[in-house]
Structures are given as structure tokens and as C-alpha cells.
């Protein structure tokens, strides 16, 4: 097409600065299109996809249209990983979208029919790089204010369903921790705990967690860990009064502030439901490729074994 020939290097300013400015935007949406975010090896996609367009940019300012094919491919390759990723988790962020449509547009601008082999490999190799890369989640960010703090950076998400008077849940829960912290350490997985009410004390128990955390909010993991602990025990203890379980926790050291539970006991609700919890404990392993439930200690022990591997 000689009009796009003729202009490949305006059109493709045009583009990539119109593709820099979508991202910027994104990173200042402070509505629901920011409860969708993700990273490429711990790059914030936002600012990874600035650098992206700032690359395409130099290289057609350049002349160099055969690199910014390349490049443009392997990024069709992650757009098409991104957006099967929304359309799996049923969110949908325009900014994302619009991003995705200047990366194809500029594409076409430097599409070369007799290198479409080539053109084709480095789409594929941009698909495999963001299945082995990326990190995202559909949730709100994973702290201690959201209503289901989330531990750990890595792509595989984890959700472990327990219930503090469950025996089960008590004989394994060592086991678990000792398996989970080093892979949220090593940034293989992020990490869940979901208190699931099967017995009418947990709902007590669940609060007093969730007061822990946000007494100490730059505790992280630890501090779940610790408090988890807490509680298992003190439900081994029998204790079930809110006065007798504060005792219990001031004497482990544990600080408690008081907050609103009924947003994270909504979303624990939403999870429950999603997940079809019908038994504790179960662990939920939710990959790019999809989602596998397992119960019993033997399962889920063996399961987090897995993963160790980076599996």
C-alpha cells in the first residue's frame, strides 16, 4: 500500500504516541478498569508497554520497519494472551483494549507479506513469553485493605479454604505454611487464605483475623502465618468467647483493631461460591490455562509439592 509506504513513520508516531498516552491513562484510572493489573517479571504491564511503544517509536523514527515488525508481532503474540485472559475472567478494561488495537494498527503499518513466516514465529513467541511471564489479577490489589488480602507476586494464584474448628484443617496447617511461604518467597504463586465457616465460631475467628491484619498492615505474610497459628490453636483450646479469644491473642502478642467485615466476608462468600467449596480444607489453583480444585491434606500437600518446581 503505497499511502501507508509513503508514511510509515508519521503514522507510526501517531500511533505509538497515541498507544503511550492510552497507558499513562490507565495508570491514573482509579475506577474498576484498575482492579485489572498485571506484570511481565515483575514490570508493571503499564509502564512495560510505555517502554514498548517508546522502543516501536525510535525504531520507525529509525527506518528500521522490519524490527518493528518483529516487535509488533511478539506483542500481537501478548495481546492475544491478554485478552483471552479477560475474556476468561469476564473483565474487560478498555484501556487494554485500546492499547491492543495500536499495537495490531501498527502492525499493518509495517507488515511485510514475504516475511509473514517470520512475522508469525515472533507472535507465537510472544504468546509462549506472557504464559511464562505475566502476573495479573482481576481483584482488587493484594493488601491488607482489600477485602481478601492476597500474599506473594508470582502467577499461579493459590486460595486455601480452611476452618479453624475443622481437625483436618489443624493437622495439616504446619505442612501447608511450611510449603507455601517459599513459593510466595521465590515469586512462584500468590496466596489466599480464605476462612470458611463451617462451624458457627469461625465467623468470630475470621473477624479477629482480619482485626490482626489491619493492626499491623506491614506485617505480610509472617504476620498471616503467625496469626493463623494463633488461631488454630486457640480453637484446639476450645476457646469460643470473644473476651476469652482476645485474651488468648494479646498473650501471643497479637494486636487487634477493629474494622468492617462485611466486605471481606462478601467477597470470602463470592469465593466460596465461585470455587464450589463443599468441604475443608481445599486448595484452589487457579493457572493462566486454568483451574484445579484439590481436599484433603494428601491432595493439596502433593499439589503445593508441584508447584515447588515452578510447575
Do not use: W
Not at 518483529?70 to 478498555?94: D, K, M, N, S, W
Amino acid at each position: 500500500m503505497p499511502f501507508i509506504q509513503r508514511n510509515r513513520r508519521i503514522l507510526t508516531s501517531v500511533l505509538c504516541l497515541t498507544g503511550i498516552a492510552v497507558m499513562v491513562a490507565y495508570a491514573l484510572c482509579l475506577g474498576s478498569c484498575s482492579y485489572l493489573k498485571g506484570d511481565l517479571l515483575g514490570v508493571d504491564l503499564k509502564f512495560a508497554g510505555i517502554f514498548y511503544m517508546a522502543v516501536i517509536l525510535v525504531l520507525a523514527l529509525l527506518g528500521r520497519s522490519f524490527l518493528c515488525m518483529l516487535l509488533l508481532a511478539f506483542g500481537l503474540g501478548g495481546e492475544i494472551f491478554l485478552i483471552t485472559y479477560q475474556i476468561r475472567a469476564g473483565v474487560y478494561c478498555p484501556y487494554c483494549l485500546a492499547f491492543a488495537a495500536t499495537v495490531l494498527a501498527s502492525f499493518v503499518v509495517h507488515f511485510d507479506s514475504a516475511r509473514k513466516g517470520t512475522a508469525a514465529l515472533a507472535a507465537g513467541a510472544g504468546l509462549v513469553f506472557f504464559l511464562l511471564a505475566f502476573s495479573g489479577t482481576t481483584a482488587p490489589s493484594a493488601a491488607v485493605d482489600s477485602p481478601t488480602p492476597a500474599y506473594g507476586r508470582g502467577p499461579v494464584e493459590v486460595r486455601i479454604y480452611t476452618d479453624y474448628f475443622c481437625e483436618p484443617c489443624r493437622a495439616e496447617e504446619a505442612e501447608v505454611t511450611a510449603r507455601v511461604a517459599p513459593l510466595v518467597e521465590r515469586g512462584l504463586i500468590r496466596v489466599t487464605f480464605v476462612d470458611t465457616p463451617v462451624h458457627d465460631e469461625t465467623v468470630l475467628y475470621a473477624g479477629r483475623f482480619l482485626s490482626a491484619l489491619n493492626a499491623e498492615k506491614d506485617g505480610g505474610l509472617p504476620l498471616v502465618l503467625r496469626v493463623r497459628a494463633a488461631l488454630f490453636e486457640a480453637a484446639g483450646q476450645g476457646i469460643r468467647t470473644p473476651s476469652d479469644l482476645d485474651a488468648f491473642l494479646k498473650r501471643k502478642g497479637i494486636s487487634l483493631k477493629p474494622l468492617d467485615t462485611a466486605p471481606a466476608f462478601k467477597a470470602y462468600g463470592n469465593l466460596l461460591k465461585e470455587d464450589r467449596i463443599q468441604s475443608t480444607p481445599t486448595c484452589v489453583i487457579v493457572r493462566p490455562g486454568g483451574k484445579r480444585t484439590f481436599t484433603g491434606r494428601e491432595e493439596i500437600i502433593k499439589a503445593l509439592q508441584e508447584l515447588k518446581g515452578g510447575s
